[in-house]
């Protein structure tokens, strides 16, 4: 009698065991490509490609212990500080399944219907084409010589008309070697030739007072963004965007990473246009080195070598503002960076947390919601800084003294909050952020 309960009870087992057997069509291959393909996938940041059985199998046992360890996907933000809605975390059940998986010989399964390994878009993450692409006019050839570079690219553009803009998205052949991106999109007086200017201004190799010659160009400046690894497009919420000038240029600064060996570049803007009419024009601010309340940061900023150091920053909101994003810019000496508002009620926003910053994962954060800052809240950065020996990204050794010259070298320091804004109106705060 035993016996044949024990051998239902194992018949039984087995069959759950198998009903639950996680397998790479059903269970894998989704968390794989939402999670880790955006950057794992060719001419993106990544080493290699995680988009296939094959990719991803073969390299199991590494992926099993980088999503134990949470060094992949990569995220920085307290998420019990905000919670973002561009939040890049697996749960602990989806790390628990990839174990599994790769614990159990990788089973492939059958497989499921509109779910392909090569479901991904390439060259996009927005799901669709873009309207326009706008890149360098030529390849660059980024030299071999281990230097990191700053080149800023002038991109002009002439258009039939101006566009409504419903997403931008950096693109580029070879994200790999670019360390960062930066790009404003300026509106042009109408009789400047926008051809008369080089085409490129090496900062680095070049002399700075080169950039001059792209002054003219800044009748107004129509949007401010950027890309690191992992950034994808930004998109707004319905009547929310901004427009497209017809005629205009875009100076893209691109951060090339120091390279062994000669690698060719082309980078630049995509595009996603809509009929709807852009009601309302976002806006951006960079608060702290470089930007608004720079004298304000407390005490002055520099970082004298061998120490530990905190700054604060305050500057208060002029009006009832929306925000939709914060980017929270630092270098290899940061350590800490937190951000929030006080407002005149004393209520506390929080803003966003970065308790361990790593200078490679840095990017915008966006909120679910639009966030409303009323008028006159002290709007407050708190960030810290390791210029000793006991801090492995610091650039010199033994340790400099280190400030902020106006320059983007990574081995100068920046203290930086970018926030994206609209002037606030009623309602705003139930308006939903695009996933
Ligand atoms: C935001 C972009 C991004 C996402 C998302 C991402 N990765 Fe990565 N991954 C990178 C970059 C860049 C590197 C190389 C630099 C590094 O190792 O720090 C890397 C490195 C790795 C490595 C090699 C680590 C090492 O020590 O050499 C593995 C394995 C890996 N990723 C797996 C994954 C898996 C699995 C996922 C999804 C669960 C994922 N990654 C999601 C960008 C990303």
Redesign the pocket.
């Known amino acids: 009698m035993k016996c044949v309960t024990l051998s239902v009870f194992l018949v039984l087992f087995f069959h759950i065991a198998d009903a639950q057997r996680i397998t790479w069509y059903q269970h894998i291959a989704p ?2 490509h939402n ?2 393909t ?3 996938h060719d001419g ?5 490609q ?1 988009n296939t059985y094959e990719d ?1 199998a073969k ?1 199991a046992a ?2 099993k ?3 134990q360890n949470r ?4 995220w920085k933000p307290d998420p019990h500080y905000v919670s973002f809605i561009n939040e ?1 975390k ?1 749960t602990d059940e989806q790390i628990t399944m ?1 174990a599994d998986w790769a614990d159990h010989n990788m089973p492939k399964g059958k497989p499921v219907a509109g779910k392909d390994d090569t479901s991904f878009i390439s060259g996009t993450h927005y799901g669709r084409k873009p309207d326009l692409v706008l890149t360098m006019k030529k390849a660059f050839v980024v030299k071999g010589n281990n230097t990191e570079r700053f080149i800023v690219y002038k991109i002009p553009f002439e258009l039939p008309d101006s566009m409504n803009v419903e997403a931008i998205e950096f693109t580029s052949t070879n994200k790999r070697i670019i360390h960062h991106a930066n790009y404003e999109i300026d509106d042009v007086p109408a009789n400047l030739d926008l051809y008369n200017t080089l085409d490129y201004i090496n900062l680095t190799e070049g002399s700075r007072l080169d950039y001059e010659q792209y002054v003219p160009y800044r009748k107004k400046m129509i949007y401010y963004g950027g890309w690191i ?2 950034t994808s497009y930004e998109s707004y919420p319905k009547d929310i965007g901004w427009i497209m000038p017809k005629r205009g240029v875009i100076l893209l600064t691109l951060h090339y990473a120091p390279v062994g060996k000669d690698e060719e570049n082309v980078s630049g803007i995509q595009l996603f246009f809509t009929k709807t009419p852009v009601k309302r024009q976002i806006q951006a601010v960079s608060i702290g080195s470089g930007g608004v309340g720079e004298k304000d940061i407390d005490p002055y900023f520099y970082i004298p070598a061998n120490v530990v150091k905190s700054f604060k920053l305050k500057v208060t909101a002029p009006e009832d503002q929306s925000f939709l994003y914060v980017w929270p810019h630092m270098h290899y000496l940061g350590k800490s960076f937190k951000a929030y508002g006080i407002t005149p009620a004393n209520d506390t926003i929080r803003f966003v947390s970065i308790p361990d910053w790593d200078f ?2 840095q990017e915008p954060y966006w909120f679910p919601k639009l966030q409303k800052i009323p008028k006159g809240t002290v709007l407050t950065v708190e960030a810290t800084y390791d210029n000793t020996v006991n801090n492995p990204s610091n650039p010199y050794n033994p340790p400099r003294l280190t400030y902020s010259s106006g320059d983007m070298k990574t081995t100068d320091e920046m203290l930086t909050l970018v926030m994206i804004f609209l002037p606030y109106e009623k309602g705003d705060e139930n308006i939903k952020m695009k996933e």
């Open positions: 968390i794989i999670h880790c955006p950057c794992h993106d940041a990544a080493p290699f995680l991803v390299r590494f992926i212990k980088v999503t060094y992949m996907p990569p890049r697996l990839i690894p992992g490679k994962w």
